[in-house]
């Protein structure tokens, strides 16, 4: 794959919830009145409404709207946690809607892993086996599975704490776990669905950081969202700003705050500071270039490599 074909391609994506929903995306009338009278006339609710985007390899594509904009759903269309209405959703060229359960199943547990705002940690268990269970399904013996789970888990900043339950940990702590989890099994994208609003704001910043330096070490794709502007700004590389299910604006974040596509982005970024998000933004991927450049030139042979490449061969 070269660098210019995108890991998600999304084109013309539905997402209508309620009765004789595919009625909706078809129907030209309906496709246009706003959500209340849509919902009057038909019953249904279009939570996502003809979107289409790319995700770009190595990027950090943000997803950011109001609460009930259609963030969550869309993302959960990209694997079918949630089974769209109608569109076209492609990972790396193959199309995801037509994927059988199998090959559904693999997307889930190898290429696409989620970050949840609950993080959605298994009380009973260990942190390491928690991080070791996306492994454990898929396979991977116990020890093998433990060792892996040791070195993501002090990847996180987790060492020492392997063998405490979920309870026995921190909000922050406890997404450190849940981001973990996701990246033990090596996953060529992550998603997060507003996985630091729970938390408080200094340790949301921590996880923020967490997310740039992992991004910066190991250049992964990322889908995040977010209704929060502030952590959009931070993290994005690109920003799709939703608005009752549709994409209002689709661009990086200093197109965003200086060429607000809208009244509604406009509202959305009134308060930030033009200047301050190109000067924060332009040092940020001068650092990141700087660390990509540099992992390019010492380009080690493969089995030298360390980290995911190195972890990729034993379970795949
Ligand atoms: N299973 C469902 N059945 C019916 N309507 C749903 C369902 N799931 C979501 N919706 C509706 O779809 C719309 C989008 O919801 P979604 O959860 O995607 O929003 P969101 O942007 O993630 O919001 P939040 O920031 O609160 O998480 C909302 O109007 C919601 O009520
Ligand atoms: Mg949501």
């Not at 919830?17 to 009278?37: C, M, N, Q, S, T």
């Not at 200093?254 to 000067?279: H, K, L, S």
Request: hydrophobic letters at 40%; aromatic letters at 4%; proline letters at 5%.
């Amino acid at each position: 794959m070269t660098a210019a074909e995108p890991v998600f391609s999304v084109q013309n994506l539905w997402k209508v919830f309620g009765p004789k929903a595919d009625r909706v995306p078809a129907h030209k009338e309906y496709a246009d009145l706003p959500a209340d009278e849509l919902r009057a006339r038909t019953g249904c609710t279009a939570a996502v409404r003809d979107v289409s985007f790319d995700v770009r390899k190595g990027e950090v594509f943000v997803v950011m709207g109001l609460s009930g904009s259609g963030k969550s759903t869309l993302v959960r269309c990209l694997t079918r946690l949630v089974e769209p209405t109608s569109g076209t959703v492609v990972i790396d060229g193959e199309d995801v809607l037509s994927m059988d359960r199998t090959r559904l199943r693999e997307l889930r547990r190898h290429r696409a892993s989620m970050v949840f705002q609950h993080f959605g940690l298994l009380p009973h268990r260990s942190v390491l086996d928690n991080v070791a269970y996306g492994l454990e399904i898929q396979g991977m013996g116990r020890s093998e599975r433990r060792a892996r789970a040791a070195e993501v888990v002090e990847k996180v900043g987790l060492a020492g704490m392997g063998e405490r339950r979920p309870g026995q940990l921190s909000g922050g702590q406890q997404q450190r776990v849940g981001l973990a989890r996701a990246l033990a099994v090596d996953p060529e994208v992550l998603l997060f669905d507003e996985p630091f609003s729970a938390l408080d704001p200094l340790i949301r910043r921590d996880m923020q950081e967490e997310v740039i330096r992992l991004h910066r070490e190991e250049g992964r794709t990322m889908v995040f969202i977010t209704h929060d502007l502030s952590e959009a700004l931070r993290l994005g590389d690109r920003i799709a700003l939703m608005r009752d299910g549709r994409i209002v604006q689709l661009g990086t974040p200093e197109e965003i705050v200086g060429a607000p596509a809208d009244d509604y982005v406009r509202d959305f970024v009134r308060d930030v500071p033009r200047e301050q998000v190109m000067t924060v933004r332009t040092a940020m991927r001068t650092r990141r270039r700087r660390a990509r450049d540099r992992d390019r030139r010492v380009r080690l042979p493969r089995r030298h490599r360390l980290g995911r490449h190195r972890d990729r061969r034993p379970h795949r």
